[in-house]
Nanobody, 117 residues
């Protein structure tokens, strides 16, 4: 399984972006999928995750502004980001876990989101 994240860019505060994570191989092998982000000089933090059955979780800082979704037919996970703030500026990484214990995990290469004030 390989993950390809794209869709980042430069946007003004209050704007929107949609990130995509394309899965090579079958997305049905994957249980949890998630987006993490890492701002300069900071640790990588969970932004949002979605289970195979569509249960979602969000970091408090993005709840109500970001929406995660997965399209199994397109082997893709999305992160719709609205009302962006300068503090959302970070490299966003796609993450996935396979079914099974212990589960194999995968990371995408990251896509940069820059929000200007």
């Amino acid at each position: 399984v390989q993950l390809q994240a794209y869709g980042g860019g430069l946007v003004q505060a209050g704007g929107s972006l949609r990130l995509s994570c394309a899965v090579s191989g079958s997305i049905l092998r994957l249980n949890t999928m998630a987006w993490y982000r890492q701002a300069p000089g900071k640790q990588r933090d969970l932004v949002s995750r979605i289970s195979a059955v569509g249960i979602t979780n969000y970091a408090a800082s993005v709840k109500g502004r970001f929406t995660i979704s997965r399209d199994n037919a397109k082997n893709t996970v999305y992160l719709q980001m609205n009302s962006l703030k300068p503090e959302d500026t970070a490299v966003y990484y796609c993450y996935a876990e396979e079914w099974g214990q212990p589960s194999r995990t995968y990371w995408g290469q990251g896509t940069l989101v820059t929000v200007s004030s």
